[in-house]
């Protein structure tokens, strides 16, 4: 079973960026599909970006064009790069294999000027 923590979140001007990072432990990481998920307050969680063992990558339209996903099988670690980040985005994000496994704690991100 592979566990996951998350981090990088923190307080960015709307127009800024960040950089989210997911390192895993357990074995077989390459093999997996990864996704990034948030949840804003009294929101659902949803994906926002999935990334699968061969690199094809999936991007939820609010995201599209501003975030980009990528892993390091080496490093065992999934990133999410967010720019033009804007207050909507403000969330908690958790990454997660797909299909999901147990949640982790999840990386505050909050944009705000």
């Known amino acids: 079973q592979v566990q996951l923590v998350e981090s990088g979140g923190g307080l960015v001007q709307p127009g800024g960026s960040l950089r989210l990072s997911c390192a895993a432990s357990?074995?077989?990481?390459?093999?997996?599909?990864l996704g990034w998920y948030r949840q804003a307050p009294e929101k659902q969680r949803e994906l926002v970006a999935q990334i699968t063992a061969g690199g094809r990558t999936y991007y939820a339209d609010s995201v599209k064009g501003r975030f980009t996903i990528s892993r390091d099988n080496a490093k065992n670690t999934v990133y999410l790069q967010m720019n033009s980040l804007k207050p909507e985005d403000t969330a908690v994000y958790y990454c997660?294999?797909?299909?999901?496994?147990?949640w982790g704690q999840g990386t505050q991100v909050t944009v705000s000027s």
């Open positions: 357990g074995s077989r990481f390459s093999i997996y599909t």
């Open positions: 997660n294999v797909i299909p999901v496994g147990p």
